[in-house]
């Protein structure tokens, strides 16, 4: 494998965010209705409208819907007219924003519109999330993602890496954080020893550990170099963005570490930008898409956190995690404190797939050469 | 500036009703290895995997690239997963050709696939949606309309369709790819065939098939230092265009995103005149009637003119001036997340000189094209042997 190059050839910035307010079941919405408040505001923060995006790139899938096709009647509200150059990944909102990225990379637009919605409320998610299997050997037996991220914790448990301790601190720490975010779905102050008396759903993992079930979208808008310090004051610039997956096979994997997470932070410049002396990675923020809190170490651990970094300030996927939107809002959300100043530097990692198969890692910076100040 | 990139691989399975031999596994593996070996590369040398597939109701399966990772050799590297509607397969191409362009990677292997076997898609197509107009019976029912409303606009005869229908299944005789054998095609045969969307015919629709397709794309660095005997087919132009569904006003038999679309990639590639300056094109023509009214939209011929082109034959393998679907095209093989995929690289072949007993001779620039959704998402791109 040969990179042609891991470093960004052009400044690419997040200049505007939006959200919805993450919730159990949107009762009196659909996916649109959901949506389209998100699309309008994350261009009103700024002044824009669609018409001033080069390229438009969404990530959702069809199996939360239950019916093909469902990106394109979200694409119909946003209203691509004039036609617009768009595309659509059945991925994530965060691989749709590494394919805008990369199209801005080519120097010939400026802007993109990113977005993604996940309403899971309608569907028995962990039915549905069995179909992601293997088709012929794995899925017709039904293996629930809580039951596969349980084999995960427990491997964790056996490695001596991690106790259901504490899983609990991640998830207390996540929804006491969550408090400070009007958005967040689970916002509580609770002491982990409280959360160790709720039952397991499947042992070693109890209800905190698990993520809830959410419906939301996200959106985002990227410009290039000039073009993005003209909308904003403070870009988020993306110093380094980068993927990579792993095999499917759960037995193949050594499910206690993220190997995909460490590579793709390594082709994102993470570790030679901000590694310090002891390897350790300093930077202000780090918003990890570890949907179950056994994963959050796992994690860390792969991008070499130093012990410094705040963790999901915004509260996580443990306090809000719509499926294929969780991902680029920690984008968002990693962006947005860079752009209120509260932070110099930032990664944002999103996952999909069993037991963190695959990663994207997005590092972020006040300043396009990935200086914060 | 985009960097340049080329075509340096191209491989795929033959078409079936059902490849019940492989799993959907065995067949991407299938249309990959081909094209690692016709570019004699390994799995290793590949950079990042782009593979992309119409609906995952059309198997079945979630998200499939996750389970599909281990088999086309992405392990540890960037894998994305593009889903356009029916212009995937040429979105998928064109999603991968920009890792190159962009400068990130330098061998990007692309794959696109459908194996409807394993599900239904006339089914998959049907779920009813609240408030939404229902897809009866798949995509005939959607497009007879407007295939109807192209017919009084340009006062094409009704027999245009059938001549459309039979040469591509001539065509497809000498594509062993192909889907669609029928040794004995002949105009009756499609006449005769039972209406099945008035006025598309059994016989002027696509079949349902399994089936992958597979490109090796690769930075001017490495396609100038290959060592196989084929000539690397260079990008000259590539655009994506996407409109809404539906709203008053919209031009359905010719949208505006198909043309911006084609404008786009004329441009870049310095295409004024496409009848003369392309010399032979893949078209996404699922129902014969497209072939005119594409024809048109892309500029082969003047609004309302496309159909006497193919009634004077210059679309044909044999005799024409300006071949379209050489391969046999959809009409002849409809793997469908695929579709969009073979037509980007048949064209490749073209450009290559390995198309073998569909090869138009001395092939400079070819066209190849992919349409989806309610005709709104159009993916093209022009190849050329010389270096853009």
Not at chain 1, 263 to 283: D, I, K, N, P, T
Request: aromatic residues 6%; proline residues 6%; contains cysteine.
């Amino acid at each position: 494998m040969s990179p042609a190059s891991s470093k960004p050839v052009r400044p690419v910035a997040v200049v505007s965010v939006a959200q919805s307010r993450s919730v159990r079941r949107e009762d009196h919405r659909n996916e649109v209705e959901i949506l389209m408040p998100v699309v309008t505001e994350v261009f009103a923060k700024i002044g824009v409208t669609k018409n001033d995006m080069g390229f438009v790139c969404s990530g959702s899938t069809d199996y939360l819907v239950g019916a093909p096709f469902s990106f394109v009647s979200a694409l119909d509200a946003v209203g691509v007219w004039p036609p617009m150059r768009e595309s659509h990944v059945e991925m994530d909102g965060a691989w749709a924003l590494y394919e805008a990225w990369t199209l801005l990379q080519e120097g010939e637009l400026d802007t993109a519109l990113v977005y993604s919605f996940g309403r899971s409320s309608p569907s028995d998610l962990r039915r549905v999330l069995a179909l992601q299997l293997d088709p012929y050997y794995l899925a017709p037996l039904w293996p629930d993602p809580v039951a596969l991220a349980a084999l995960q914790a427990q491997a964790l448990i056996d490695a001596g890496r991690a106790t259901e301790g504490d899983f609990a601190a991640v998830a207390a720490r996540s929804r006491r954080d969550a408090l400070g975010n009007p958005n967040a779905q689970v916002a509580k102050d609770q002491a982990p020893e409280e959360l160790l008396a709720d039952d397991y759903v499947v042992a070693p993992l109890r209800r905190h550990a698990l993520p809830p079930i959410t419906d939301g979208a996200a959106a985002v808008v990227l410009a290039a170099g000039d073009r993005a310090r003209d909308l904003v004051e403070r870009p988020a610039w993306i110093t380094g963005i980068d993927h990579r997956i792993e095999t499917h096979a759960l037995g193949a994997r050594d499910l206690t570490a993220s190997p995909s997470t460490a590579l793709a932070a390594e082709e994102a410049g993470v570790f030679e930008r901000w590694g310090s002396g002891s390897g350790a990675v300093a930077v202000d923020v780090a918003e990890l898409h570890t949907p179950y809190a056994s994963q959050e170490g796992v994690v860390r651990h792969a991008l070499r956190l130093a012990d410094s970094v705040a963790v999901n300030p915004s509260g996580g996927p443990l306090a809000a995690n719509a499926l294929m939107v969780a991902g680029l809002l920690r984008i968002g959300e990693a962006a947005q404190r860079i752009m209120d100043g509260s932070a110099g530097s930032a990664i944002a990692h999103a996952t999909s797939g069993p037991c963190l198969q695959q990663n994207l890692v997005c590092a972020l910076a006040a300043e396009p050469d990935g200086k914060g100040s | 500036m985009a960097k340049r990139c080329a075509v340096v691989g191209v491989g795929q399975t033959k078409c079936m009703a059902k490849r019940e031999d492989v799993s959907i596994a065995g067949l991407v593996r299938e249309a990959a290895t081909r094209a690692l070996e016709d570019a004699a590369m390994d799995w290793s040398d590949i950079d990042a995997v782009v593979i992309g597939k119409a609906p995952d109701m059309f198997e079945g399966v979630m998200m499939p690239e996750l389970y599909l990772a281990p088999a086309l050799g992405a392990v540890g590297k960037p894998m994305l997963r593009v889903h356009t509607a029916g212009s995937v397969g040429g979105s998928t191409a064109i999603v991968a050709a920009h890792l190159v362009a962009a400068g990130r990677f330098e061998r990007v292997l692309t794959v696109a696939f459908e194996k409807q076997s394993d599900s239904d898609a006339m089914w998959a197509l049907s779920v009813p949606q609240p408030f939404s107009a229902p897809l009866l019976a798949g995509a005939g029912g959607f497009f007879a309309p407007i295939i109807r409303a192209y017919m009084r606009r340009s006062g094409a005869p009704d027999h245009i369709g059938i001549l459309v229908a039979v040469k591509d299944r001539l065509q497809a005789l000498r594509n062993p790819y192909a889907h669609l054998h029928i040794e004995d095609i002949s105009f009756d045969m499609v006449k005769d065939s039972v209406m099945l969307w008035d006025p598309i015919r059994y016989l002027e629709t696509c079949p349902s098939s399994d089936g992958a397709g597979a490109m090796v794309l690769a930075s001017e660095r490495v396609a100038d230092s290959m060592a196989t005997g084929r000539p690397p087919a260079w990008i000259h132009g590539m655009a994506m265009r996407s409109e809404p569904t539906m709203f008053a006003g919209r031009d359905q038999v010719n949208p505006q995103a198909s043309k911006d679309c084609a404008a786009d990639v004329y441009a870049q590639a310095g295409i004024t005149d496409p009848r003369a300056e392309i010399d032979v094109a893949e078209v996404y023509v699922p129902f014969s009637w497209y072939e005119p009214m594409w024809l048109e939209s892309l500029g082969f011929a003047p609004e309302g003119e496309g159909w006497k082109l193919t009634d004077e034959g210059a679309t044909a393998l044999d005799g024409g001036d300006i071949p379209w679907n050489c391969s046999g095209g959809v009409l002849s093989s409809n793997p469908i997340g695929a579709s969009g995929m073979l037509r980007f690289l048949e064209v490749a072949m073209q450009v290559r000189g390995q198309a073998g007993d569909h090869q138009v001779d001395g092939v400079r620039r070819a066209l190849g094209h992919a349409y989806g959704g309610g005709s709104q998402f159009f993916s093209m791109w022009v190849l050329g042997a010389d270096k853009p």
